[in-house]
């Protein structure tokens, strides 16, 4: 897993305020500008990259994290609304030894991502679905509706829906 | 070599780390007190400037410079003019940034650099720039009018570019024709939106004059040649990276938008990093579109169908500047007769200034546009003709024995006349029409109405030139400690999965693993001869430049195993990493050889041993290295095109409107397409997948709009509608492979394959499917859900 920076920023401006959150796991206390943007925190503050920000207005789903259990949109968060918060990035999906999650392992599997850009959005979001549905509904509609908050434009969707058919039937059988 | 790998479904050495959240986009590269650029861009579509006023601005908190067009030296210039062509007169470009004038809503007129984005967004917003406006007119037809308001005094009747081509004697086919068939068609203005948006970074090390640049981009090669003539330093001293890159569909090839001269410029001024991350709005309001183009199509034909002329007449919207010449018209152009035999043609078009965002290519390039005219047109012949449209296109077709067919006096994008080289474009008619079950149709037609829902069949069939020159390179080397094979080249990915392809082809050449080979592109530190990734050229040009790099690496390489392990060289096999004698259990592995290979001083591991000068395995009598020999396995090699080679393919669909929700559902689509042998039918098939999905948004969804003034009102991805899953249907894909001759792989490329013909497919389809309100024939896209209320409630209340 990629670690924490912690070092003092130029993005430590104006008026601030100081957010105590959980990242990944580990306790995390920082002075930040009221105005800063909960992606900019995770990417620029913490330098957890892997979050990225498509559009900026909570539409294309590329910034999503796992927020106290829920998928959410954090480039329509402001950091200082992360205050006592339990977050999850793409950076604490995969296996400690490095190897893929069963979700990342169906998308290598199913070719379903070319650029990568959006992919840790769909997966975080993905990865929320699994954990707070006793069952998936694996049909190509219900696969089509649990997505339809995250834009790709490289794939054509139809092997992300491969893909989490692929890991939603490895998942459920092993449950 | 014991398996294959070249057309087999290997998965992508990419992934991982893109899964991982690892990839290193250029907002991810951590670039020690980097500063930040924004812009302050026009809010007028067309308007002189009275003053720009910077003072309170550079007074703010963080803010380090602030550019104008005053205080750029020898950027403040009119940006090149990427490809000429005689038939524009005095081609207009942009400026790097605003003097006097802007052309466009989103134009950059004022960059400023802080030490954060914050700050840098404060202060160009309190900069006071003070415009006049002036008329404007962002209608293609309205525009080229006597009276319409110029985007540039210099160009009457706003038209950048006039041209005509002419195949074979149109003249006389006209006026023999028995039937003819006249529409007019539209196709709107849309945008690639790639989901990372447009962005640079760059460094300069004052010490050594080195100056780097991360440019998202794929041109990497052409941005480093573009640099270092701009700011006039040697090619050698402009390091142009493209790390990973989200995605480009032709967006990402122009070079420069105003971005990528003025933060080098920063970073060499202020000798700190500085990078410019284009935010949504920006990437709608300033970074290239396309596809507004107006047909007027006539087909003339004889009274059985075979259509023995055509002439086309469109107008082209190049927006604002006109700094990729002419290609997208002229792909449009050069594809207008389809894969038909069509031997007589008279196409023409005028290319129009409006002040509007710069048209450069967007995937598909001219080549959806035209394929919308010829396939209206050829349903709309078959209408008039009463003859089935599966039925009329079989009538013209080119059929495999008339290959290469030549279209002379068309000259392609490339410079060269059009050649069709090769395809089976009946067998892949016969497919679709097996796959799209055409014979139950009417039955599933019939019934679909009986329950209040209209079905309609759709059809298109598309041809699309690829694999365009001048040319690629590859390099390879066998690492002499690991094994491990890396290989060069100087295009770009930006999703495709090159790294993936190419190491296919030389695993299979030098008998490694494909995930043993290690593809490095897009860094012109790495590899610096080449062009770019657009035209679906990359697996064309660079895969067959990296092909014969591999050929000349293994013939080294059996010749040094021959030599090690003391046989003929035909008994030397390659595979699993090492060469073998044949037939036997002697080995010496590839990274054994490479060593080898390169005389040594100094034994730096057991291998190293062997390669020193008093090792009995390097006793020679003369010099280490004959006369003319190099060490290592190591080999460069280029591959150029003798023509573009041509995919083609056609789509079938089964629409569905709902006639209460005017909704379209598309139950069913199946597409055949041929791209030549494939490397990689997986990855393939992803192309394909993702065009059409952008080929649907097209045809159903997207559309830049313009409201009077020029503002793009839908500059967000709220009232853009870029389609989700729930949008997009399963697509049935079915692969001819018939191997070009253009090209020792025998690939085409595929890379636009998707998108040309899907926008055509579903109007078809939705003309069949409404027939009976008024028969209206679906001729502009997007089709919205309101196109086709009024279809149905004009019909009903008439």
Redesign the interface.
């Known amino acids: 897993m990629?670690m924490i920076r912690n070092l003092p920023s130029?993005?430590s401006?104006g008026q601030t305020s100081k957010v105590s959150l959980t990242v990944n796991g580990t306790n995390v206390e920082k002075e930040v500008?009221v105005?800063?943007l909960l992606s900019?925190f995770i990417?620029h503050e913490l330098?957890?990259?892997?979050?990225?920000?498509?559009?900026?207005?909570g539409?294309?789903g590329?910034c999503t994290v796992i927020i106290d259990g829920k998928s959410s949109r954090s480039c329509t968060l402001l950091a200082v609304q992360a205050d006592g918060i339990d977050l999850r990035?793409?950076?604490s999906?995969?296996n400690k030894d490095?190897s893929?999650h069963p979700i990342?392992e169906a998308?290598?599997?199913c070719?379903a991502?070319?650029?990568?850009?959006?992919?840790?959005g769909f997966?975080m979001n993905i990865v929320s679905e699994f954990e707070n549905n006793e069952k998936i509904d694996t049909t190509?509609e219900g696969?089509?509706?649990l997505?339809?908050?995250?834009?790709?434009?490289?794939?054509?969707?139809?092997?992300?829906?491969e893909a989490v058919r692929d890991a939603a039937e490895k998942l459920q059988k092993k449950r | 070599m014991s398996t294959r790998s070249f057309g087999t479904r290997v998965?992508?050495n990419?992934?991982?780390k893109?899964?991982?959240?690892?990839?290193s986009?250029i907002?991810?590269l951590?670039l020690p007190?980097v500063l930040h650029a924004a812009f302050v861009r026009s809010p007028f579509a067309r308007a002189k400037i009275k003053s720009v006023d910077t003072d309170y601005a550079r007074s703010m908190?963080?803010v380090m410079a602030i550019y104008t067009c005053d205080n750029i030296g020898n950027l403040d210039m009119e940006l090149p003019l990427l490809i000429p062509h005689d038939c524009m007169n005095d081609a207009r470009t942009q400026r790097t940034l605003a003097r006097d004038d802007v052309y466009h809503v989103g134009q950059a007129v004022v960059m400023v650099v802080a030490?954060?984005?914050?700050?840098a967004e404060d202060a160009a917003l309190m900069v006071d720039v003070d415009y006049e406006p002036m008329d404007v007119e962002v209608d293609i037809e309205k525009a080229i009018l006597p009276d319409a308001p110029l985007v540039h005094p210099t160009h009457p009747g706003n038209i950048a570019a006039d041209l005509t081509q002419i195949s074979g004697d149109p003249e006389s086919a006209f006026a023999r024709a028995e039937h003819v068939t006249k529409i007019r068609v539209e196709v709107e203005r849309s945008t690639?939106?790639?989901?990372?948006?447009r962005s640079v970074a760059a460094y300069y090390d004052k010490i050594s004059g080195a100056l780097t640049v991360w440019d998202g981009t794929q041109a990497p090669l052409t941005v480093r040649g573009g640099l270092a003539s701009i700011f006039e330093i040697d090619e050698d001293k402009v390091r142009v990276i493209a790390p990973?890159?989200?995605?480009g569909?032709g967006q990402k090839v122009m070079f420069p938008h105003p971005d990528e001269l003025l933060v080098p410029l920063a970073a060499m001024e202020l000798g700190l990093p500085v990078k410019y991350i284009e935010?949504?709005r920006e990437n709608f309001i300033s970074s290239n579109q396309e596809r507004k183009q107006i047909h007027h199509i006539e087909l003339y034909a004889t009274k059985d169908g075979d259509v023995i002329g055509l002439k086309d007449f469109f107008l082209h919207d190049t927006g604002a500047f006109i700094p990729y010449g002419i290609a997208i018209a002229q792909v449009a152009s050069t594809s207008i007769a389809g894969p038909y035999r069509i031997p007589n043609i008279h196409v023409q078009f005028q290319a129009v200034y409006t002040p509007t965002v710069t048209i450069t290519p967007y995937r598909g390039c001219g080549r959806p546009q035209a394929c919308f005219a010829i396939e209206r047109a050829m349903d709309q012949l078959a209408e008039e003709l009463g003859i089935d449209r599966f039925e009329i296109r079989r009538r013209n077709l080119i059929s495999d024995d008339q290959f290469p067919y030549p279209r002379e006096g068309l000259i392609f994008a490339d410079g060269l006349p059009v050649t069709m080289d090769s395809g089976q474009y009946f067998k892949a008619l016969d497919l679709i029409e097996e796959k799209i079950d055409v014979r139950n149709f009417p039955k599933m037609q019939e019934e679909a109405r009986s329950q209040g829902k209209y079905l309609g069949l759709g059809l298109a069939y598309y041809v699309e030139g690829t694999g365009l020159g001048p040319y690629e390179g590859g390099h390879i080397k066998i690492h002499p400690i690991t094994g491990k094979v890396y290989v060069n080249t100087g295009l770009s990915g930006?999703?495709?999965?090159h790294d993936t392809v190419f190491a296919q082809i030389v695993a299979d050449q030098l008998g490694v693993n494909v995930e043993d080979v290690i593809l490095t592109e897009g860094d012109s530190g790495a590899y610096d001869w080449g062009v770019a990734t657009f035209a679906s050229r990359a697996a064309v040009v660079s895969g067959n430049a990296i092909h014969k790099t591999a050929l000349i690496v293994r013939k080294k390489t059996i010749k040094a195993a021959a030599n090690m392990l003391e046989v003929d060289e035909d008994q030397i096999e390659l595979r699993d990493g090492h060469a073998w004698v044949s037939n036997s259990n002697r080995s010496v592995s590839l990274a054994a050889v490479a060593t080898a290979t390169n005389p040594l001083r100094y034994a730096f591991n057991e291998a190293a041993k062997a390669a020193t000068q008093f090792a009995p395995a390097s006793r020679h009598d003369g010099p280490a290295l004959d006369e003319g020999q190099a060490p290592g396995l190591e080999a460069t090699d280029y591959y150029s095109p003798p023509a573009a080679t041509w995919a083609y393919g056609v789509h079938a669909a089964i629409v569905e409107v709902d006639e209460i929700t005017c909704e379209t559902k598309i139950k069913k689509y199946a597409l055949v397409h041929d791209c030549g042998n494939m490397i990689n039918p997986?990855?393939v098939?992803?192309q394909v997948?993702?065009?059409?999905?952008?080929g649907i948004a097209g045809a159903m969804y997207e559309k830049v709009e313009f409201d009077d003034d020029g503002n793009i009102s839908n500059a967000?991805?709220?009232d853009f509608v870029?389609p989700?899953?729930?949008e997009?249907p399963?697509?049935e894909m079915y692969h001819l492979e018939t191997p070009t001759p253009l090209n020792p792989l025998g690939v085409k490329g595929v890379g636009e394959a998707?998108c040309i013909a899907t926008a055509a497919t579903i109007a078809s389809g939705l003309t069949d499917a409404l027939r009976e309100f008024g028969n209206p024939k679906f001729r502009s896209t997007p089709i919205t859900p309101s196109m086709i209320h009024e279809v149905i409630s004009s019909s009903s209340s008439g």
């Open positions: 990629k130029a993005n401006f500008s105005r800063m900019d990417r330098g957890l990259t892997g979050t990225h920000v498509g559009c900026e207005h539409i294309c590329a990035t793409i950076e999906v995969a490095g893929l990342q998308f290598h599997e070719h991502l070319q650029c990568g850009y959006c992919t840790p997966i190509d696969i089509r509706e997505i339809a908050g995250n834009l790709c434009r490289c794939t054509g969707y139809a092997n992300i829906i | 998965k992508r990419v992934d991982p893109l899964l991982k959240g690892e990839g986009f907002d991810d951590d007190g908190d963080g030490i954060n984005r914050y700050l690639a939106a790639p989901m990372e948006t990973d890159v989200g995605g569909f935010d949504r930006q999703g495709q999965g997986t990855i098939e992803g997948m993702g065009g059409v999905a952008q967000n991805f709220v870029i989700y899953a729930t997009i399963k697509v998707g």
